[in-house]
């Protein structure tokens, strides 16, 4: 079976490059969803730490990392992604490695043992057998250690809703069977959406399912951008109302992005 990333998703992350920041780093939306995750990853992640980051992006966490003193090897499958993240963080001199390299193919970086492994904003919704990504992980962590992962979830509220008031009930509903074909940029790309309790069986010989956390429950998902540029004390109010419930079991499925936190047992 081949475990190389997509060719397709790498395509689009590629062409995304140039103005993902515009669109979601710095915007409103995505700086309130990523707050949510640092106020998560910050207690786990400790100044000293060396830490593995997949799917890193152009590299906002490993920044955010570095500037804590925590130490970060920070991949991704687009080349492109990572020259952007290179070129943000020059002349920073924070302790930051980024490489080209897939999350599918992590046993590249053995026999490395890290403190943590991090990956934020559904870049492991583009894998489809996570199995093999947990087993390769597990190589990586000593025994105590946290996975700290976000993924989109199978049944996004503000989704449903945005879309099902407009009649366009297929985007309502294209998460819901765990599989969908995504348009970015010019690329069709094949995006899962696995629940809990999969992830949980995909992990589970390694790790222990420690904490599920909702990301983006009243904070809308990124594409409604465009219609919170100048709402700044909602997205405020939105993002109170989430630090108050992103941990209820109903609450914590049904918003934008779910944080999962495994813990590497002795198995």
């Not at 509220?157 to 407009?166: C, D, F, I, K, Q």
């Not at 904070?219 to 939105?238: A, C, K, M, T, W």
Request: aromatic residues 12%; hydrophobic residues 45%; proline residues 4%.
């Amino acid at each position: 079976m081949n475990y190389l990333a997509p060719a397709a998703a790498v395509r689009a992350f590629d062409a995304m490059a140039d103005f993902y920041d515009d669109v979601f780093t710095f915007s409103p939306i995505g700086r309130a969803q990523r707050e949510q995750v640092w106020r998560v990853a910050d207690p786990l992640f400790l100044p000293g730490m060396n830490i593995l980051e997949l799917n890193c992006g152009t590299g906002e966490d490993a920044l955010h990392f570095g500037q804590r003193g925590v130490h970060v090897t920070a991949i991704d499958a687009s080349s492109r992604m990572i020259a952007r993240a290179k070129l943000r963080a020059c002349g920073l001199n924070l302790p930051i490695q980024f490489s080209c390299l897939s999350s599918e193919l992590l046993t590249a970086l053995r026999p490395r043992v890290f403190d943590g492994i991090f990956s934020n904003f559904s870049g492991l919704n583009c894998v489809r057998d996570l199995y093999q990504v947990a087993r390769s992980i597990s190589f990586l962590l000593a025994p105590g250690s946290s996975a700290l992962l976000c993924l989109s979830t199978r049944f996004c509220l503000w989704e449903s809703a945005w879309y099902g008031v407009r009649g366009q009930f297929a985007k309502a509903v294209r998460r819901w069977n765990g599989r969908s074909m995504v348009r970015v940029c010019d690329s069709e790309v094949e995006v899962w959406y696995p629940t809990i309790r999969e992830l949980r069986i995909a992990f589970e010989p390694w790790f222990r399912l420690c904490g599920v956390t909702g990301i983006g429950i009243f904070v809308p998902p990124s594409y409604l951008n465009s219609h919170f540029q100048h709402g700044g004390s909602i997205l405020e109010r939105f993002a109170d109302v989430d630090r108050l419930v992103c941990r209820l079991p109903l609450f914590r499925l049904i918003g934008d992005h779910m944080l999962l936190r495994f813990e590497r047992t002795n198995a």
